[in-house]
């Protein structure tokens, strides 16, 4: 059974809403597609085209969210509807399509339950500032297989990148992040996150913790909206940078100048800014939670 949604916005309204998110999202597609047709790579700008596979469009193309109508008989004969609109998720009620619950299947409903289970648990555990951005060294650890090496050099030899890994505490707390660990650097690290484990491991002060609201994000289209979609990915478009301006890479070919974790005063400038992160990401993740929270109401 179809939901009325709360809100209608007319033909006009939603029609300038679409053009300015289109606007926005084109200040990060734009760029990237263009490198991407050229065989070229921005080490921040372009990982979450990369690492998050969703196309540029889901960006770029307006959707309202859970319990928002859209106007479309304003003409005798309106055009066709564009994509997704014309979606499975979509439904028609006096004149107006929105995005409509009752198509969820069960499988559908329960992940968006997941979700919505792990941002709460990530929200309600302590944050952890400790990190300082040691998952990026340990990935690199005694130098067997370097992710990035084809496009970004190493701004330190090896043997003192293992040397700050053996040195320091680890305590990385993100499953995607340690599976890339080495395999030698795998037991330096206090925990053991696994796939398994995540609802139980993720806390709120992770960088990439904060960054996957954007994949969580995306996960949850329709029902979201798109505005919140592009907040979260803008978002984790910071994390990024400081994520690979403290990493052992070389980014002074994009601009890049490094926190050099390897000293205390490096430490605390990334403390300093993944805190700064933190504090962006709760907003963010309150949303996220109250999104899925209404459309799973229905």
Known sequence: M???????????????????????????????????????????????????????????????????????????????????????????????????????????????????TLLEATRDRPPNFACHGLHEWAMVYRGKEVRHEKTT???????????????????????????????????????????ESRVESEQPGCVHANMDLYKWAAKSMPWIGSELLLDCFELATELRDLDMRASPYDLGAWGREPIRIETAEGRRLYETEQRQLAVKAVPLRERLIAALARTLAF
């Open 2 to 116: 179809t939901r009325q949604p709360t809100a209608t916005l007319s033909a006009s309204h939603w029609q300038e809403l679409a053009a300015a998110h289109l606007a926005r999202a084109q200040r990060h597609t734009v760029a990237a597609r263009r490198r991407r047709d050229f065989g070229e790579t921005h080490p921040v700008e372009d990982f979450l085209f990369q690492y998050y596979p969703y196309a540029f469009s889901l960006l770029e193309i307006w959707q309202p969210g859970c319990g928002v109508a859209l106007e479309w008989a304003e003409v005798a004969n309106p055009p066709a509807l564009p994509q997704p609109l014309a979606g499975r998720y979509y439904s028609q009620q006096d004149g107006c399509w929105f995005a409509d619950p009752a198509r969820l299947s069960a499988k559908e409903r329960e992940r968006l339950r997941w979700i919505a």
């Open 153 to 195: 050099p190493l701004r330190l030899p090896q043997a003192e990148i293992d040397a700050l890994v053996e040195s320091r505490a680890i305590c990385c707390s993100h499953h995607d992040a340690f599976r890339f660990f080495a395999a030698e650097a795998r037991p330096l690290n206090r925990l053991q996150p696994s796939l």
